[in-house]
T-cell receptor, first 117, second 115 residues
Framework: AQSVSQHNHHVILSEAASLELGCNYSYGGTVNLFWYVQYPGQHLQLLLKYFSGDPLVKGIKGFEAEFIKSKFSFNLRKPSVQWSDTAEYFCAVNSPNYGGATNKLIFGTGTLLAVQP | GAGVSQSPSNKVTEKGKDVELRCDPISGHTALYWYRQSLGQGLEFLIYFQGNSAPDKSGLPSDRFSAERTGGSVSTLTIQRTQQEDSAVYLC?????????????FGPGTRLTVL
């Protein structure tokens, strides 16, 4: 079965530190990749997505992610975090080849990021 | 409305009771999804609608769970004979359908607590 792994469950950083959150997926076919963010008390919102083309994707709020097909990875990065980046981050994948007509997202278990001022 | 809305925002029920959770997708979005977010399980897919039909129900955990969508818009997720393990946040999302794999927009969720 397809799965998504997020290796860091809880990350604590100081402001201005660099961030990298790991994400690996297990599906060998064509994939679409996403990072969603959930700020405290808010609903899930899209941070960035990769469908095709340039494997380095830039999203909102200075985040970026790099798709490395050979490593089945889609790590999220930000050069300098802010206190307002405190949130839970979810990596997700879907594929046109899962079988059937589904567009369902398979999510990782999430990474809680706490940024200390 | 601009986004996906869900009601109620919170629901507390007693074990064995039935509950209905409602989702209003973004206008014009033909695809609608239900997910469940629970401690220790992360976000799990439940069911996917394209229009009024549900081509993928593979995530429904038991036959106590059912969902329907009418008029290609509002969807209702029904849980019969609720159990304590059903306690979770139930999330609805919608996206532009027609085979595209565009962004899924999520609602605020319904927090279900089964006592």
């Amino acid at each position: 079965a397809q799965s998504v792994s997020q290796h860091n469950h809880h990350v604590i950083l100081s402001e201005a530190a660099s961030l990298e959150l790991g994400c690996n997926y297990s599906y060998g076919g064509t994939v679409n990749l996403f990072w969603y963010v959930q700020y405290p008390g808010q609903h899930l919102q899209l941070l960035l997505k990769y469908f095709s083309g340039d494997p380095l994707v830039k999203g909102i709020k200075g985040f970026e992610a790099e798709f490395i097909k050979s490593k089945f990875s889609f790590n999220l990065r930000k050069p300098s975090v802010q206190w307002s980046d405190t949130a839970e981050y979810f990596c997700a994948v879907n594929s046109p080849n899962y079988g059937g007509a589904t567009n369902k997202l398979i999510f990782g278990t999430g990474t809680l990021l706490a940024v200390q001022p | 409305g601009a986004g996906v809305s869900q009601s109620p925002s919170n629901k507390v029920t007693e074990k064995g009771k039935d509950v209905e959770l409602r989702c209003d997708p973004i206008s014009g979005h033909t695809a609608l999804y239900w997910y469940r977010q629970s401690l220790g399980q992360g976000l799990e897919f439940l069911i996917y609608f394209q229009g009024n039909s549900a081509p993928d129900k593979s995530g429904l955990p038991s036959d106590r769970f059912s969902a329907e969508r009418t008029g290609g818009s509002v969807s209702t997720l029904t849980i019969q004979r609720t159990q304590q393990e059903d306690s979770a946040v139930y999330l609805c999302a919608s996206s532009l359908g027609s085979g595209g794999f565009g962004e899924q927009f999520f609602g605020p969720g319904t927090r279900l607590t089964v006592l």
